[in-house]
C-alpha cells in the first residue's frame, strides 16, 4: 500500500469519527455518552497508530526517494505528509498519555473555577498544562520562541514574531476605531423589533441565504446544536449547525454565514484528494478568513440588505415599519463587552490581542500563572477603558487553555486580516465587483474557488495569501474595511 493510499484509509477513520462526533453534539442520547466518548477514542488511538507507524515511516520514505519533484501537487502532498509525520512521532508516547489525562482534569477544574470565579482553583492545572507544552515545544523545536512550535500546529510556517507584527501595527487604529464605533452606537444605535422571530422561519430564511451564496444542500445540511460549528464528514458531506434565539433572527444568521463560509471552503477543496494534504484546508487562519469574509464582509453589507431585507420582512412581519437604514444601524452597532464570543466586529480583535500577548508571555516565563488575572486586568483596561468585574467574566471565560489549545487564539484576527485582503482583491475584479453590486455572490465564490479552495494545503498560508491577492499578508485592507463601516 503507498503513502497516499495510507492516508487516504487515515481518511476513512477521522471521517469516521467525525459523523459520530457530529452526531454526540446534535442528536446523541444523554446515556450514550460514555460509550461514545470510548467510541471516539478508539478511533482516535487507531488514527495516531497508522499515522506513526513503522509501515507509514517506510512508506513516505520510499515514496520521497522516488519524486523527481516535476509534479508540483504530487510533491506538496509529500511534503506536508513529512511535516505532519514528524511532528507527530517526535512526541513520546508517554507525554500524549500525559497531555491527555491533564487536559481531562483542567476541563474539570475550570468549569468549578468558572462557576465560583476563582482563577485559584485552575491555576495549578494550568500550571501542569503549561509544562506540557513547554515540553512538547522542545521536542518539536522552533526558531525563536517556544511560543513558535504551539503556533505551528495551527497556522504553519509563520512566527510569533511575524503575528506580533502584523498585531503591534493593527492596535493602535484597532483601539481607535473601536471606541470610536461605540461611541458613534451610544446615540445611533437602534434596537431590533421585539420577537418571536419563529424558529421554523428562521430556518426557512436561513436556508435561502446559504444556498444563495453557493453551500450546496446536495453535498450538506443544517442542524440545531448549543455551540455552532461546521465539520467535515466526508468530501461530499459538510454539516454546519446554529442555534436560534426567537428574540433576534440575526444571531441563527449570522451563525449559518459564519459557517456556511467554513462550509464553502470545505466543499471547493478537491473532492477525489480527500484525505491527502492537497484536499485538506491549510490552516485555521485561512479557514476564519472564508468563514469572516462571508458572516461580515458580505452578510453584514448593504448591498446584501438591499436585496434581502424584503424577504426578511416578510418572512417576520414585524420587520415590516422598521426601515433597512434602521436595521442596518443595528446589525453595524459596536459596545464593549469582556466577554470574546459576545464581541462585535469593531471591537472583537481587542480581545485577540489580550489573548495573544499574554499566552506568549507564559509560555516564554515573563509571566507567572499566578499573576495571570492581575495581567489580564491591566492588559484589558488599557485596552477597553475597564476591567472585568470578576475572573469568570475575565480570564476564566475561554475554554481554550483548559484543553491545551495555546496557540490558537491568535488565528481568529488572522482571520479578519485575511479575509479582507481577500475580499479586497476578489473586487479588483470587475465582474466580481460587478455581481456583488447586485447582492450575486456566484463570481465571487469562484474566485475564492480559483484562488483559495483548489489549492488546499499545497502552499503555506501566507504563500496562499500573496499568491492571491498579489501582496504579503498586511492589516491595511482590514483596517480600512472597519474604518469605512464603523466610521
Same mark, same amino acid.
Given at each position: #500500500?503507498?503513502?497516499?493510499?495510507?492516508?487516504?484509509? @487515515?481518511?476513512?477513520?477521522?471521517?469516521?469519527?467525525?459523523?459520530?462526533?457530529? &452526531?454526540?453534539?446534535?442528536?446523541?442520547?444523554?446515556?450514550?455518552?460514555?460509550?461514545?466518548?470510548?467510541?471516539?477514542?478508539?478511533?482516535?488511538?487507531?488514527?495516531?497508530?497508522?499515522?506513526?507507524?513503522? =509501515?507509514?515511516?517506510?512508506?513516505?520514505?520510499?515514496?520521497?526517494?522516488?519524486?523527481?519533484?516535476?509534479?508540483?501537487? !504530487?510533491?506538496?502532498?509529500?511534503?506536508?505528509?513529512?511535516?505532519?509525520?514528524?511532528?507527530?512521532?517526535? *512526541?513520546?508516547?508517554?507525554?500524549?498519555?500525559?497531555?491527555?489525562?491533564?487536559?481531562?482534569?483542567?476541563?474539570?477544574?475550570w468549569?468549578?473555577?468558572?462557576? +465560583?470565579?476563582d482563577?485559584?482553583?485552575?491555576?495549578?492545572?494550568?500550571?501542569?498544562?503549561?509544562?506540557?507544552? +513547554?515540553?512538547?515545544?522542545?521536542?518539536?523545536?522552533? /526558531?525563536?520562541?517556544?511560543? $513558535?512550535?504551539?503556533?505551528?500546529?495551527?497556522?504553519?510556517?509563520?512566527?510569533?514574531?511575524?503575528?506580533?507584527?502584523?498585531?503591534?501595527? #493593527?492596535?493602535?487604529?484597532?483601539?481607535?476605531?473601536?471606541?470610536?464605533?461605540?461611541?458613534?452606537? +451610544?446615540?445611533?444605535?437602534?434596537?431590533?423589533?421585539?420577537?418571536?422571530?419563529?424558529?421554523?422561519?428562521?430556518?426557512?430564511?436561513?436556508?435561502q441565504?446559504?444556498?444563495?451564496?453557493?453551500?450546496?444542500?446536495?453535498?450538506?445540511?443544517? $442542524?440545531?446544536?448549543? !455551540?455552532?460549528?461546521?465539520?467535515?464528514?466526508?468530501? /461530499?458531506?459538510?454539516?454546519?449547525?446554529?442555534?436560534? #434565539?426567537?428574540?433576534?433572527?440575526?444571531?441563527?444568521?449570522?451563525?449559518?454565514?459564519?459557517?456556511?463560509?467554513?462550509?464553502?471552503y470545505?466543499?471547493?477543496?478537491?473532492?477525489?484528494d480527500?484525505? *491527502?494534504?492537497?484536499?485538506?484546508?491549510v490552516?485555521?487562519?485561512? !479557514?476564519?478568513?472564508?468563514?469572516?469574509?462571508?458572516?461580515? !464582509?458580505?452578510?453584514?453589507?448593504?448591498?446584501?440588505?438591499?436585496?434581502?431585507y424584503? =424577504?426578511?420582512?416578510?418572512?417576520?412581519?414585524?420587520?415590516?415599519?422598521?426601515?433597512?437604514?434602521?436595521?442596518?444601524?443595528?446589525?453595524?452597532?459596536?459596545?464593549?463587552?469582556?466577554?470574546?464570543v459576545?464581541? &462585535?466586529?469593531?471591537?472583537?480583535?481587542?480581545?485577540?490581542?489580550?489573548?495573544?500577548?499574554?499566552?506568549?508571555?507564559?509560555?516564554?516565563?515573563?509571566?507567572?500563572?499566578? $499573576?495571570?488575572?492581575?495581567?489580564?486586568?491591566?492588559?484589558?483596561?488599557? *485596552?477597553?477603558?475597564?476591567?472585568?468585574?470578576?475572573?469568570?467574566?475575565?480570564?476564566?471565560?475561554?475554554?481554550?487553555?483548559? #484543553?491545551?489549545?495555546?496557540?490558537?487564539?491568535?488565528?481568529?484576527?488572522?482571520?479578519?486580516?485575511?479575509?479582507?485582503?481577500?475580499?479586497?482583491?476578489?473586487?479588483?475584479?470587475?465582474?466580481?465587483?460587478?455581481?456583488?453590486?447586485?447582492?450575486?455572490? +456566484?463570481? @465571487? @465564490?469562484?474566485?475564492?474557488?480559483?484562488?483559495?479552495?483548489?489549492?488546499?494545503?499545497?502552499?503555506d498560508?501566507?504563500?496562499?495569501?500573496?499568491? =492571491?491577492?498579489?501582496?504579503?499578508p498586511?492589516?491595511?485592507?482590514?483596517?480600512?474595511?472597519?474604518?469605512?463601516?464603523?466610521?
Open positions: #500500500m503507498s503513502i497516499f493510499e495510507k492516508a487516504r484509509e @487515515l481518511a476513512v477513520i477521522n471521517s469516521s469519527a467525525a459523523v459520530i462526533g457530529w &452526531d454526540q453534539e446534535t442528536y446523541l442520547p444523554s446515556d450514550a455518552a460514555k460509550y461514545r466518548a470510548d467510541q471516539l477514542a478508539w478511533l482516535s488511538s487507531r488514527a495516531h497508530e497508522l499515522a506513526t507507524s513503522d =509501515a507509514w515511516k517506510a512508506d513516505l520514505e520510499a515514496a520521497e526517494a522516488a519524486d523527481a519533484g516535476t509534479d508540483f501537487k !504530487h510533491t506538496a502532498n509529500l511534503r506536508e505528509l513529512r511535516r505532519e509525520f514528524d511532528r507527530a512521532t517526535k *512526541l513520546t508516547v508517554e507525554l500524549v498519555a500525559r497531555d491527555s489525562v491533564a487536559s481531562s482534569l483542567a476541563k474539570h477544574a468549569a468549578d473555577a468558572r462557576e +465560583r470565579s482563577f485559584s482553583r485552575f491555576a495549578p492545572h494550568l500550571e501542569t498544562l503549561l509544562g506540557i507544552a +513547554r515540553e512538547k515545544a522542545d521536542l518539536w523545536g522552533y /526558531r525563536d520562541e517556544p511560543y $513558535d512550535a504551539l503556533l505551528e500546529g495551527y497556522e504553519r510556517a509563520t512566527s510569533t514574531a511575524a503575528v506580533a507584527a502584523l498585531f503591534d501595527a #493593527m492596535r493602535p487604529s484597532a483601539r481607535e476605531t473601536a471606541a470610536k464605533a461605540v461611541e458613534n452606537s +451610544r446615540s445611533h444605535a437602534p434596537s431590533l423589533p421585539p420577537g418571536p422571530y419563529p424558529v421554523a422561519a428562521q430556518q426557512r430564511f436561513n436556508s441565504v446559504a444556498e444563495s451564496i453557493g453551500f450546496d444542500f446536495d453535498a450538506g445540511r443544517i $442542524d440545531t446544536t448549543t !455551540h455552532p460549528f461546521c465539520t467535515t464528514l466526508g468530501p /461530499r458531506d459538510i454539516r454546519l449547525t446554529t442555534r436560534y #434565539m426567537e428574540s433576534d433572527f440575526t444571531s441563527s444568521l449570522f451563525g449559518v454565514l459564519h459557517e456556511a463560509g467554513h462550509g464553502l470545505e466543499q471547493g477543496l478537491p473532492a477525489e480527500f484525505g *491527502l494534504p492537497s484536499g485538506n484546508a490552516s485555521l487562519g485561512i !479557514h476564519e478568513s472564508q468563514s469572516r469574509l462571508w458572516e461580515n !464582509h458580505v452578510g453584514r453589507s448593504r448591498e446584501f440588505w438591499e436585496k434581502w424584503p =424577504a426578511a420582512q416578510e418572512s417576520f412581519p414585524q420587520l415590516a415599519g422598521f426601515p433597512l437604514e434602521k436595521f442596518l444601524r443595528y446589525l453595524w452597532r459596536a459596545e464593549f463587552s469582556p466577554i470574546r459576545e464581541a &462585535d466586529e469593531a471591537t472583537y480583535d481587542l480581545h485577540i490581542l489580550l489573548r495573544f500577548g499574554i499566552e506568549r508571555q507564559m509560555m516564554n516565563g515573563s509571566l507567572a500563572v499566578a $499573576d495571570v488575572p492581575n495581567a489580564w486586568n491591566e492588559g484589558f483596561r488599557e *485596552l477597553f477603558g475597564f476591567a472585568p468585574e470578576d475572573d469568570r467574566h475575565g480570564c476564566l471565560q475561554d475554554i481554550h487553555w483548559s #484543553m491545551g489549545g495555546l496557540g490558537y487564539f491568535a488565528t481568529y484576527t488572522l482571520g479578519n486580516i485575511n479575509s479582507a485582503q481577500l475580499f479586497a482583491a476578489a473586487r479588483k475584479d470587475p465582474s466580481v465587483a460587478s455581481a456583488i453590486q447586485q447582492a450575486d455572490y +456566484r463570481p @465571487l @465564490l469562484g474566485w475564492l474557488r480559483k484562488s483559495v479552495h483548489a489549492y488546499g494545503s499545497t502552499l498560508p501566507a504563500k496562499l495569501i500573496e499568491q =492571491a491577492t498579489g501582496s504579503a498586511s492589516t491595511a485592507d482590514y483596517l480600512a474595511h472597519l474604518q469605512s463601516r464603523y466610521l
